[in-house]
Protein backbone atom coordinates (compact mmCIF):
# COMPACT_ATOMS: atom_id res chain seq x y z
CA UNK A 1 0.00 0.00 0.00
CA UNK A 2 1.35 3.43 -1.46
CA UNK A 3 0.93 6.48 0.43
CA UNK A 4 0.50 10.08 -1.38
CA UNK A 5 3.01 12.22 -0.38
CA UNK A 6 2.40 16.48 -0.21
CA UNK A 7 3.75 16.44 -3.82
CA UNK A 8 1.75 13.68 -5.41
CA UNK A 9 -1.81 16.05 -3.90
CA UNK A 10 -0.22 18.76 -5.17
CA UNK A 11 0.38 17.65 -8.93
CA UNK A 12 -2.66 15.67 -8.47
CA UNK A 13 -4.77 19.06 -8.14
CA UNK A 14 -2.27 21.40 -10.60
CA UNK A 15 -4.33 21.95 -13.57
CA UNK A 16 -7.25 22.73 -11.58
CA UNK A 17 -5.06 25.66 -10.03
CA UNK A 18 -3.37 26.71 -12.94
CA UNK A 19 -6.54 26.74 -14.63
CA UNK A 20 -7.82 29.06 -11.23
CA UNK A 21 -4.68 31.06 -11.33
CA UNK A 22 -4.61 31.77 -15.41
CA UNK A 23 -8.11 33.03 -15.60
CA UNK A 24 -7.49 35.27 -12.34
CA UNK A 25 -4.63 37.00 -14.33
CA UNK A 26 -4.28 36.52 -17.57
CA UNK A 27 -1.14 35.61 -17.63
CA UNK A 28 1.14 32.20 -17.42
CA UNK A 29 4.31 33.57 -15.64
CA UNK A 30 2.41 35.02 -12.88
CA UNK A 31 -0.13 32.29 -12.41
CA UNK A 32 2.51 29.79 -12.27
CA UNK A 33 4.81 32.38 -9.51
CA UNK A 34 1.58 31.98 -7.49
CA UNK A 35 1.28 27.85 -8.05
CA UNK A 36 4.83 28.24 -6.63
CA UNK A 37 3.58 30.02 -3.28
CA UNK A 38 0.97 27.51 -3.01
CA UNK A 39 3.12 24.86 -2.96
CA UNK A 40 5.01 27.06 -0.56
CA UNK A 41 1.98 27.44 1.47
CA UNK A 42 0.99 23.36 1.40
CA UNK A 43 4.42 22.21 1.80
CA UNK A 44 4.55 24.30 5.55
CA UNK A 45 0.96 23.63 5.94
CA UNK A 46 0.51 20.79 9.03
CA UNK A 47 -0.96 18.42 5.94
CA UNK A 48 -2.80 15.89 8.69
CA UNK A 49 -5.37 18.26 9.27
CA UNK A 50 -6.39 19.11 6.43
CA UNK A 51 -9.45 17.27 5.61
CA UNK A 52 -9.99 18.40 2.04
CA UNK A 53 -6.38 19.01 0.12
CA UNK A 54 -8.52 20.03 -3.05
CA UNK A 55 -10.55 23.04 -1.27
CA UNK A 56 -7.62 24.09 0.77
CA UNK A 57 -5.19 24.56 -2.54
CA UNK A 58 -7.66 26.09 -4.45
CA UNK A 59 -8.64 28.49 -1.44
CA UNK A 60 -4.77 29.43 -1.24
CA UNK A 61 -4.44 29.77 -4.85
CA UNK A 62 -7.77 31.70 -4.95
CA UNK A 63 -6.65 34.41 -2.32
CA UNK A 64 -2.90 34.71 -3.94
CA UNK A 65 -4.32 35.47 -7.37
CA UNK A 66 -6.22 37.66 -5.83
CA UNK A 67 -3.83 39.23 -3.89
CA UNK A 68 -1.62 39.56 -7.03
CA UNK A 69 -4.11 40.62 -9.01
CA UNK A 70 -4.68 43.41 -6.79
CA UNK A 71 -0.80 44.23 -6.75
CA UNK A 72 -0.93 44.63 -10.80
CA UNK A 73 -4.18 47.54 -10.55
CA UNK A 74 -2.28 49.21 -7.81
CA UNK A 75 0.96 49.59 -9.79
CA UNK A 76 -1.11 50.82 -12.65
CA UNK A 77 1.54 49.70 -15.00
CA UNK A 78 1.07 51.27 -18.56
CA UNK A 79 0.61 48.93 -21.27
CA UNK A 80 1.89 50.18 -25.08
CA UNK A 81 -0.69 49.68 -27.71
CA UNK A 82 -3.79 47.11 -27.01
CA UNK A 83 -3.63 44.51 -24.27
CA UNK A 84 -3.98 40.83 -24.74
CA UNK A 85 -3.49 38.01 -22.64
CA UNK A 86 -0.60 35.80 -22.55
CA UNK A 87 -1.47 32.33 -24.76
CA UNK A 88 -2.37 29.65 -22.69
CA UNK A 89 -1.67 26.44 -24.89
CA UNK A 90 -5.00 24.00 -24.00
CA UNK A 91 -5.96 20.18 -25.18
CA UNK A 92 -9.55 20.64 -24.61
CA UNK A 93 -10.52 19.01 -28.09
CA UNK A 94 -8.56 16.00 -26.58
CA UNK A 95 -9.19 15.99 -22.91
CA UNK A 96 -12.65 16.93 -22.28
CA UNK A 97 -15.00 14.33 -24.62
CA UNK A 98 -18.46 16.06 -23.76
CA UNK A 99 -19.02 19.26 -26.11
CA UNK A 100 -21.19 21.16 -23.39
CA UNK A 101 -18.33 21.22 -20.91
CA UNK A 102 -15.49 21.47 -23.41
CA UNK A 103 -17.13 24.55 -24.60
CA UNK A 104 -17.85 26.61 -21.38
CA UNK A 105 -14.28 25.29 -20.32
CA UNK A 106 -13.10 26.91 -23.81
CA UNK A 107 -15.14 30.07 -23.53
CA UNK A 108 -13.85 30.48 -19.91
CA UNK A 109 -10.02 31.10 -21.81
CA UNK A 110 -11.25 32.77 -24.59
CA UNK A 111 -9.35 35.71 -25.44
CA UNK A 112 -12.36 37.66 -25.57
CA UNK A 113 -13.96 36.76 -22.31
CA UNK A 114 -10.14 37.40 -20.46
CA UNK A 115 -10.18 40.37 -22.04
CA UNK A 116 -13.71 41.62 -20.23
CA UNK A 117 -12.39 39.85 -17.28
CA UNK A 118 -9.68 42.41 -17.06
CA UNK A 119 -12.13 45.03 -16.43
CA UNK A 120 -14.03 43.57 -12.97
CA UNK A 121 -12.35 43.96 -9.68
CA UNK A 122 -9.86 41.50 -8.14
CA UNK A 123 -13.23 39.38 -5.59
CA UNK A 124 -15.73 40.07 -8.96
CA UNK A 125 -13.16 37.87 -10.69
CA UNK A 126 -12.38 35.45 -8.28
CA UNK A 127 -16.18 34.76 -7.87
CA UNK A 128 -17.26 34.94 -11.63
CA UNK A 129 -13.96 31.92 -12.64
CA UNK A 130 -14.75 30.18 -9.21
CA UNK A 131 -18.80 29.86 -10.24
CA UNK A 132 -18.43 30.25 -14.24
CA UNK A 133 -15.49 28.03 -14.68
CA UNK A 134 -15.32 25.14 -12.20
CA UNK A 135 -19.28 25.79 -10.94
CA UNK A 136 -18.09 26.43 -6.91
CA UNK A 137 -21.23 26.04 -5.15
CA UNK A 138 -21.77 30.07 -3.15
CA UNK A 139 -21.54 28.13 -0.04
CA UNK A 140 -18.11 27.34 -0.90
CA UNK A 141 -16.32 30.08 -2.99
CA UNK A 142 -17.74 32.51 0.63
CA UNK A 143 -15.92 30.56 2.27
CA UNK A 144 -13.02 30.35 0.31
CA UNK A 145 -13.04 34.44 -0.04
CA UNK A 146 -14.24 34.59 3.53
CA UNK A 147 -17.33 36.69 2.79
CA UNK A 148 -20.94 35.91 2.99
CA UNK A 149 -23.15 34.12 0.54
CA UNK A 150 -25.49 37.11 0.29
CA UNK A 151 -22.30 39.42 -0.65
CA UNK A 152 -20.76 36.76 -3.16
CA UNK A 153 -24.10 36.18 -5.11
CA UNK A 154 -24.08 39.81 -5.02
CA UNK A 155 -20.77 40.03 -6.34
CA UNK A 156 -21.80 36.80 -9.29
CA UNK A 157 -24.66 39.05 -10.01
CA UNK A 158 -22.77 42.25 -11.12
CA UNK A 159 -19.85 40.14 -12.85
CA UNK A 160 -22.22 38.09 -14.57
CA UNK A 161 -23.85 41.09 -16.17
CA UNK A 162 -20.66 42.74 -16.69
CA UNK A 163 -19.38 40.07 -18.70
CA UNK A 164 -22.56 39.62 -20.69
CA UNK A 165 -22.91 43.25 -21.63
CA UNK A 166 -19.18 43.44 -22.91
CA UNK A 167 -18.77 39.76 -24.21
CA UNK A 168 -18.60 39.35 -28.34
CA UNK A 169 -21.29 36.70 -29.40
CA UNK A 170 -18.88 34.30 -30.81
CA UNK A 171 -19.62 30.72 -32.29
CA UNK A 172 -16.59 27.96 -31.09
CA UNK A 173 -17.16 25.68 -33.70
CA UNK A 174 -13.25 24.50 -33.98
CA UNK A 175 -13.55 22.89 -37.32
CA UNK A 176 -15.08 26.38 -38.79
CA UNK A 177 -12.56 28.60 -36.88
CA UNK A 178 -9.41 26.28 -38.22
CA UNK A 179 -11.24 26.45 -41.68
CA UNK A 180 -11.20 30.11 -42.19
CA UNK A 181 -8.30 30.63 -40.34
CA UNK A 182 -6.31 28.97 -43.32
CA UNK A 183 -7.84 30.73 -45.77
CA UNK A 184 -7.67 33.65 -43.99
CA UNK A 185 -4.04 33.11 -44.41
CA UNK A 186 -3.57 32.06 -47.55
CA UNK A 187 -5.45 35.42 -48.52
CA UNK A 188 -3.48 37.61 -46.37
CA UNK A 189 -0.43 35.80 -47.17
CA UNK A 190 -1.31 35.98 -51.12
CA UNK A 191 -2.00 39.49 -51.00
CA UNK A 192 -6.12 38.74 -51.86
CA UNK A 193 -7.51 41.34 -50.52
CA UNK A 194 -10.72 40.88 -52.00
CA UNK A 195 -10.53 37.54 -50.61
CA UNK A 196 -9.93 38.73 -47.44
CA UNK A 197 -13.28 41.22 -47.29
CA UNK A 198 -14.94 38.46 -48.51
CA UNK A 199 -14.30 36.30 -45.31
CA UNK A 200 -14.64 39.54 -43.05
CA UNK A 201 -17.50 40.66 -41.79
CA UNK A 202 -18.25 44.44 -42.24
CA UNK A 203 -17.44 45.78 -39.14
CA UNK A 204 -14.49 43.53 -38.38
CA UNK A 205 -11.74 44.38 -35.73
CA UNK A 206 -8.21 43.50 -35.42
CA UNK A 207 -6.35 43.42 -32.52
CA UNK A 208 -2.93 43.41 -31.95
CA UNK A 209 -0.60 43.13 -29.20
CA UNK A 210 3.14 44.11 -29.08
CA UNK A 211 4.00 45.51 -25.55
CA UNK A 212 5.43 48.06 -27.73
CA UNK A 213 8.42 45.44 -28.58
CA UNK A 214 7.18 44.86 -31.78
CA UNK A 215 5.29 45.69 -35.22
CA UNK A 216 1.43 46.05 -34.34
CA UNK A 217 -1.58 48.47 -34.52
CA UNK A 218 -0.95 50.43 -31.79
CA UNK A 219 -4.81 50.88 -31.93
CA UNK A 220 -7.72 48.60 -32.31
CA UNK A 221 -8.57 48.60 -36.16
CA UNK A 222 -12.02 48.63 -36.78
CA UNK A 223 -13.94 47.65 -40.43
CA UNK A 224 -12.87 45.18 -43.03
CA UNK A 225 -11.48 47.85 -45.08
CA UNK A 226 -9.19 48.72 -42.48
CA UNK A 227 -8.15 45.77 -40.97
CA UNK A 228 -7.53 43.52 -44.14
CA UNK A 229 -5.57 46.45 -46.03
CA UNK A 230 -3.79 46.50 -42.94
CA UNK A 231 -3.04 42.69 -42.94
CA UNK A 232 -2.60 42.60 -46.72
CA UNK A 233 0.28 45.51 -46.20
CA UNK A 234 2.38 43.39 -43.27
CA UNK A 235 1.80 40.34 -45.19
CA UNK A 236 4.01 41.23 -48.54
CA UNK A 237 6.72 42.54 -46.00
CA UNK A 238 6.66 38.85 -44.72
CA UNK A 239 9.38 37.06 -42.25
CA UNK A 240 12.51 35.66 -42.66
CA UNK A 241 12.13 31.81 -42.86
CA UNK A 242 8.43 31.45 -42.37
CA UNK A 243 6.31 28.19 -41.39
CA UNK A 244 3.18 27.97 -39.54
CA UNK A 245 1.94 25.86 -37.13
CA UNK A 246 -1.95 25.33 -35.94
CA UNK A 247 -2.52 24.96 -32.06
CA UNK A 248 -5.10 25.12 -29.89
CA UNK A 249 -4.79 27.95 -27.86
CA UNK A 250 -6.88 29.74 -25.42
CA UNK A 251 -9.42 27.02 -26.10
CA UNK A 252 -9.75 27.40 -29.98
CA UNK A 253 -7.32 27.33 -32.95
CA UNK A 254 -4.83 29.35 -33.80
CA UNK A 255 -2.11 29.63 -36.33
CA UNK A 256 1.37 30.29 -34.69
CA UNK A 257 3.90 31.98 -37.25
CA UNK A 258 7.40 31.40 -37.10
CA UNK A 259 10.39 32.83 -38.09
CA UNK A 260 13.59 30.47 -38.83
CA UNK A 261 11.71 28.24 -36.05
CA UNK A 262 10.97 30.88 -33.61
CA UNK A 263 7.02 32.37 -32.48
CA UNK A 264 6.97 35.86 -34.58
CA UNK A 265 3.47 36.19 -34.58
CA UNK A 266 0.15 33.86 -33.27
CA UNK A 267 -3.35 34.48 -34.72
CA UNK A 268 -6.39 33.68 -33.67
CA UNK A 269 -10.03 34.47 -34.93
CA UNK A 270 -13.25 34.74 -33.22
CA UNK A 271 -16.02 33.44 -35.97
CA UNK A 272 -19.89 34.55 -36.03
CA UNK A 273 -22.19 33.68 -38.80
CA UNK A 274 -19.20 32.28 -41.35
CA UNK A 275 -17.27 35.65 -40.63
CA UNK A 276 -14.99 36.70 -39.09
CA UNK A 277 -15.63 38.68 -36.47
CA UNK A 278 -12.40 39.76 -34.74
CA UNK A 279 -8.59 38.92 -35.26
CA UNK A 280 -6.60 38.94 -32.63
CA UNK A 281 -2.32 38.91 -33.42
CA UNK A 282 -0.15 38.63 -30.47
CA UNK A 283 3.26 40.28 -31.66
CA UNK A 284 4.83 40.61 -28.20
CA UNK A 285 8.23 38.51 -28.01
CA UNK A 286 7.67 38.06 -23.92
CA UNK A 287 4.39 36.26 -23.71
CA UNK A 288 5.13 34.37 -27.31
CA UNK A 289 8.13 32.90 -25.54
CA UNK A 290 6.25 30.38 -23.97
CA UNK A 291 5.18 28.81 -27.25
CA UNK A 292 8.61 28.08 -28.30
CA UNK A 293 8.14 24.12 -27.71
CA UNK A 294 4.45 24.28 -28.26
Avoid at 80 to 94: H, I, K, M, N, S
Avoid at 194 to 200: A, D, H, T, V
Avoid at 258 to 285: E, H, K
Wanted: net charge neutral; with cysteine.
Amino acid sequence: MTTETGTDVFEEHRPVLMGVAYRMLGRVADAEDVLQEAWLRWSGAERSAVRDPRGYLVRVTTRLAVDRLRQIKARGESYVGPWLPEPLVTDFAETVPDAAERAVLADSVSLAVLVVLETLSPLERAVFVLREAFGCPYAEIAALLDRGEPAVRQLAGRARRHIEERRPRYEVDPAQRRDLTERFLAAAAGGDLEGLMSLLAPDARLVGDSGGKAKAPLRVLRSADKVGRFLVGAMQKGVPDPSVRFLEVNGGPAALVLSGGRPDSLFQLDVADGRIQAVYIMRNPDKLRSLAGA
